[in-house]
């Protein structure tokens, strides 16, 4: 099955060619993908075919390929998740606590002193005079601040208000409902520890026992601080003593993968193993005599990486790792070279035929394309580096300095596509890697190691108690350095464009043949490099050319129990209005949710950011798009927002040097030539009894056609301000005020207003019951379409000026629905189907 390496190589320093179950297994990889991703996944395959078909013309071969293809299709199809649209009756109300019982899953330490529990075997009673019976699905609980830990294979009891998953559906960003179904997750919960009524029952494993008790040694060990949580984190896994602060921190300083345990850790792991074989070897030179000093490097770290492996608690990543590991050992061992390309896809093998379905695991991806663009690219880093002009005594010092910094900014180069898609920035700070790798491979993840180990040992355990404290405190220095590099404005991180898939494949194409070309291998097609920069610039070029259309749009964007809206016309002139927001000031909404919304093919530029009012709902999220994106002015309604929030935009706003302008009725702001949106409220000199009231109300217009009017959280008292001015409210879309609510409700507004078609954004299942039943029940009294955030995720009206057509797409879950805009969208009212959600 493995490869004679001494047969069908190429002097050129690149990546042998591929056998045939290699090719079968790639392309089994793609049919794998086909359901989620048809297109991409089916010209992917067709740009293999092509590169192949030249070398490979035995049509058996092909047909095999055609039908493991096949098979694969349809095992992705069994695998992929189904989603049921609504709960049980019990769960449908937000303020409802219903009792459980259930077993632990698993259990995963989180930032912030969180523990995420997976429940399984779910039993619920629905009232204290009910049953309990049996609930599909798992149980996802985050439970803060809790001294108990419950172990997998316990049960609990207790008190939970569950929720259904349902995450943000946004145009083009993260899908966290399949995220969790493929975990077999449904529901969620949260908990804090002094407000939960929970029963633990069943004995802890002695495994899970003593990992409780490793854990409580690093702890007692250690000074509390950033340092203590890093090296729990570095050692078991456990970043439950990290804050989300110091995480962002080693986040935009590029260093964020040597958090998560993988390939890197177990390559530290690797490392020590050979520097122990080497010491051993000092000590007993007879047993270089039987082995060369490569196998026992391997021998002595099969056993140092499996317990690594289990203090990291058997994390998918590190698994990974450690199959790859254990390949290229297991191929050293039988002699072969240039093992690398070998051992990767036998891991791959291996992995997919326990689970097929990680190949949707973006850990999963991220680790295999890594190591793959690794493979490909290293060899001419290496070449580089060996003839440079360095010599004396500090010359290796340098060139191992730069071969870190050479990984790392290989990786980087690799998976960008991967990373601004997935996290929507990226950091340049690729430089300290330099300093962090080698303290971190070198020193901490060592003296950790062997300090937890001495810590055991009767006796000395005092000395292990001081290695554990050394390494805390060095990753506390560690930290402070990036700490002076933040204070002096040296940290920032790029916000740039999420490629669409054509721009993700052209920019691998390209990359791919710059690489090939380096090393001059005559085989590779002309037309890939061509086809890679077609795909790579196509869709931008068709976006502009889209963008010189005299359409706008108004997309009504999912931010939860929030509101934010983006107005887009021709020649990409934009416009934000207010950007959802957390009561949790340590989420940041605009980074999560509102930024990949805003960014998916487009450049992270707004013309105008407007607040309407200040309610944490509508401003937060706005501070992530104030900080990074290029903005030229900020309006508001004259109200400044009181307290921290009021302080931290001030700052933002200063710092970017934005202009700020507060507007009032009669004012307006022009989109584009034609469209301006006109400033109904509030009146000058208005002084409103509420915030609300002082929401400034907008009116999108072209010409004197009305297309939307935008009410931010207006309530009664505005609303009889508004109607007494006698502007004109008539307009297209109507966007709810105050998200539905009933303190918001005046019929007079709405018949000014005749819409076609009423939005409201709200959250799912949210705690006030948004839309109010008494504005539901009226919508369908006057036949008026309602579509809602919660229910459909992202809304995005478009109208086309030039020909009068209106189009309105939903995005829910997967899919994306696109409707010809009827006078009323008679083919479904959805107000009557939203109606009959208690």
């Known amino acids: 099955m493995l490869r004679s390496c001494a047969k069908n190589k190429t002097s050129a320093s690149i990546p042998p060619g591929l056998l045939p179950w290699q090719i079968l297994l790639l392309f089994a990889v793609l049919s794998l993908f086909i359901p989620d991703a048809p297109l991409p996944s089916l010209c992917a395959g067709a740009l293999l075919f092509a590169f192949f078909l030249k070398d490979r013309k035995n049509s058996l071969f092909w047909l095999t390929i055609l039908l493991i293809s096949i098979f694969a ?14 709960p049980p009756a019990y769960l449908q109300k937000a303020r409802n606590k219903v009792n459980i019982r259930a077993r632990v899953h698993a259990v995963r330490p989180k930032p912030e002193d969180r523990l995420q529990i997976i429940l399984k075997e779910l039993e619920v009673q629905p009232a204290e005079d009910t049953q309990f019976q049996k609930l599909e699905g798992r149980v996802v609980w985050t439970w803060q601040g809790t001294k108990q830990w419950p172990a997998p294979g316990q049960m609990v009891q207790g008190r939970f208000r569950l929720k259904p998953i349902q995450g943000r559906q946004n145009f083009g960003t993260w899908d966290t409902r399949t995220y969790w179904a493929r975990q077999k997750v449904r529901y969620r919960t949260y908990t804090k520890a002094e407000a939960t009524e929970v029963s633990l029952h069943g004995p802890k494993n002695a495994s899970w026992s003593f990992r409780l008790f490793l854990r409580n040694r690093i702890l007692d060990s250690t000074q509390e601080g950033p340092g203590q949580g890093l090296l729990l984190a570095l050692l078991m896994g456990d970043r439950s003593q990290t804050s ?100 990767l896809f036998l891991a791959l093998l291996l992995i997919l035929c326990l689970d097929p379905g990680s190949v949707h695991n973006l850990g999963t991806q991220l680790s295999f394309s890594a190591v793959a663009g690794i493979i490909l690219v290293f060899p001419f880093l290496r070449d580089w580096i060996k003839h440079l002009p360095f010599t004396g005594r500090g010359s290796r010092t340098v060139k191992a300095l730069l071969g870190i910094l050479g990984i790392s900014c290989i990786a980087n180069l690799v998976l960008l596509p991967l990373i601004v898609t997935n996290f929507g920035e990226w950091s340049p700070h690729l430089y300290l890697n330099c300093f962090w790798l080698p303290l971190l491979g070198f020193c901490v993840l060592p003296l950790g190691l062997a300090g937890l180990a001495v810590s055991l040992i009767p006796g000395i355990m005092p000395c292990g108690e001081f290695l554990l404290f050394a390494s805390g405190k060095l990753l506390d220095v560690m930290i402070s350095v990036l700490e002076l590099l933040e204070a002096g404005g040296s940290l920032e991180v790029l916000v740039p464009l999420r490629p669409l898939w054509p721009e993700a494949f052209g920019y691998w194409m390209f990359v791919c043949s710059l690489c090939i070309w380096r090393g001059q291998w005559r085989a590779w097609p002309k037309w890939i490099p061509v086809f890679g920069l077609l795909l790579l610039l196509g869709p931008g070029l068709l976006n502009t050319l889209e963008n010189l259309q005299n359409k706008v749009s108004l997309r009504l964007l999912d931010v939860g129990q929030g509101q934010s809206v983006f107005l887009q016309a021709a020649k990409e002139k934009s416009m934000l209005i207010d950007g959802g927001g957390s009561w949790n000031k340590e989420y940041d909404l605009g980074r999560h949710i509102l930024s990949p919304a805003l960014t998916w093919g487009r450049s992270p530029q707004v013309d105008t950011v407007v607040l309407t009012h200040d309610d944490y709902d509508h401003l937060r999220g706005l501070f992530y798009i104030l900080k990074h994106y290029r903005i030229q002015r900020f309006v508001f309604n004259g109200n400044w927002p009181q307290g921290w929030d009021g302080e931290h935009l001030k700052a933002i706003l200063k710092k970017r040097n934005i202009p700020c302008r507060s507007v009032q009725t009669g004012d307006s702001l022009q989109l584009s030539e034609t469209l301006q949106l006109q400033v109904l409220h509030p009146p000058a000199g208005y002084f409103a009894d509420k915030d609300n009231d002082a929401s400034l109300v907008l009116r999108l217009r072209h010409g004197r056609r009305g297309l939307a009017i935008l009410p931010g959280d207006i309530e009664n008292s505005g609303l009889t301000v508004l109607l007494g001015q006698k502007n004109s409210l008539q307009a297209e879309v109507l966007l709810l005020p105050h998200h539905g609510s009933r303190s918001s409700f005046n019929p007079a507004f709405y018949e000014q207003a005749a819409p076609d078609l009423g939005l409201v954004s709200c959250g799912y299942l949210n705690f006030f019951n948004f839309p109010h039943r008494q504005i539901r029940d009226y919508c369908i009294e006057t036949d008026l379409p309602l579509f809602s955030t919660a229910r459909h995720g992202q809304i995005a009206v478009t109208w086309n000026l030039s020909s009068q057509v209106r189009i309105l797409r939903t995005k829910s879950g997967q899919e994306s629905v696109d409707y010809s805009w009827s006078q009323r969208l008679e083919h479904w009212n959805f107000a009557a189907e939203y109606a009959k959600v208690p």
Do not use: C
């Open 244 to 343: 989300y602060q110091t995480l962002g921190l080693v986040r935009r300083a590029s260093l964020a993968h040597s958090l998560a345990l993988s390939g890197l850790h177990v390559g530290f792991v690797v490392a020590l193993a050979w520097g122990l074989a080497w010491i051993s070897g000092k000590m007993f030179p007879a047993m270089f005599t039987r082995l060369p000093r490569q196998k026992w490097g391997i021998l002595f770290a099969v056993p140092l990486i499996l317990i690594y492996l289990w203090l990291g608690q058997a994390k998918p990543s590190l698994i990974r790792a450690a199959l790859m590991f254990f390949f290229w050992g297991l191929l050293l061992l039988q002699g072969r070279k240039n093992i690398m390309a070998d051992g």
């Open 73 to 86: 299709l349809f095992l992705a199809g069994f695998l992929k998740p189904e989603w049921r649209a609504d």
